[in-house]
């Protein structure tokens, strides 16, 4: 009889471009050993108090990070050669901004309510590291809904209502009082978890674990 798939809770933000290797190597992973998975997407905000205009990516990272110029512009080109290997199309320049996620949170909730989330998921990923889409702009969102089937003018209305803000507070306070601090975090079968992006052998080996117990 086959197994049912593994429930993998992830815990991650549309800007976050670890998130997207580790969702891909995750995918890898459960493709190389069979073993089916199904991934449920929750809120978390890198840059909480962003201005809406974004800041400048290398400086952003300098000034959080303590990082110079040259260790900023390394980070990426490492990004750029693992995003290589496993399909991913980083697109970095000078002037690649970070941007509030706030409402492409709300906008992915309204999407779970259909199905529709994992989708948007990787379509806000693909706006912003491949084609470097301000994901916080109201157009950008409605039109990565509309890329999925989303009905854009319901796209609109969530947005400019806000109805889901209240929602998507409460899961970030949810997962933030867990000790979630960093993404991506992943939470597999609620039993395990697992923080950044741990390789294609690692999580092939966590879900031979998981189905073996």
Same mark, same amino acid.
């Given at each position: 009889?086959?197994? /049912? @798939?593994? !429930?993998?809770?992830?815990? =991650?933000?549309?800007?976050? @471009?670890?998130?997207?290797?580790?969702?891909?190597?995750?995918?890898?992973? =459960?493709?190389?050993?069979?073993?089916?998975?199904?991934?449920?997407?929750?809120?978390?905000?890198? *840059? @909480?108090?962003?201005?809406?205009?974004?800041?400048?990516?290398?400086?952003?990272?300098?000034?959080?990070? $303590?990082?110079?110029?040259?260790?900023?512009?390394?980070?990426?080109?490492?990004?750029?050669?693992? $995003?290589?290997?496993?399909?991913?199309?980083?697109?970095? =320049?000078?002037? *690649?901004?970070?941007?509030?996620?706030?409402?492409?949170?709300?906008?992915?909730?309204?999407? *779970?309510?259909?199905?529709?989330?994992?989708?948007?998921?990787?379509?806000?990923?693909?706006?912003?590291?491949?084609?470097?889409?301000?994901? *916080? /702009?109201?157009?950008?969102?409605?039109?990565?809904?509309?890329?999925?089937?989303?009905?854009?003018?319901?796209?609109?209305?969530?947005?400019?209502?806000? !109805?889901?803000? /209240?929602?998507?507070?409460?899961?970030?306070?949810?997962?933030?009082?867990?000790?979630?601090? $960093?993404?991506?975090?992943?939470?597999?079968?609620?039993?395990?978890?697992?923080?950044?992006?741990? $390789?294609?052998?690692?999580?092939?080996?966590?879900?031979?674990?998981?189905?073996?117990?």
């Amino acid at each position: 009889m086959a197994q /049912d @798939p593994i !429930r993998v809770d992830i815990v =991650s933000d549309v800007v976050c @471009p670890w998130c997207i290797v580790g969702y891909r190597q995750l995918m890898q992973a =459960s493709e190389a050993t069979g073993i089916a998975i199904e991934t449920y997407w929750h809120p978390f905000e890198l *840059s @909480p108090d962003m201005e809406a205009e974004g800041e400048n990516l290398r400086d952003h990272i300098m000034r959080k990070y $303590g990082s110079s110029a040259d260790q900023s512009k390394d980070a990426r080109d490492r990004l750029t050669d693992v $995003g290589a290997e496993l399909g991913i199309d980083f697109q970095w =320049s000078d002037d *690649s901004r970070i941007y509030n996620t706030f409402a492409a949170h709300q906008l992915l909730h309204w999407a *779970s309510e259909t199905g529709h989330a994992q989708a948007l998921k990787l379509a806000l990923f693909d706006a912003y590291f491949t084609h470097g889409r301000n994901v *916080s /702009d109201l157009n950008v969102l409605i039109d990565a809904a509309a890329s999925v089937g989303l009905d854009a003018e319901e796209a609109e209305a969530v947005l400019k209502e806000e !109805r889901h803000a /209240d929602m998507v507070r409460q899961k970030e306070q949810f997962w933030t009082s867990r000790g979630v601090s $960093g993404v991506p975090t992943m939470i597999f079968d609620g039993k395990q978890a697992t923080s950044g992006a741990q $390789g294609v052998a690692t999580f092939s080996q966590l879900l031979k674990q998981l189905t073996s117990q």
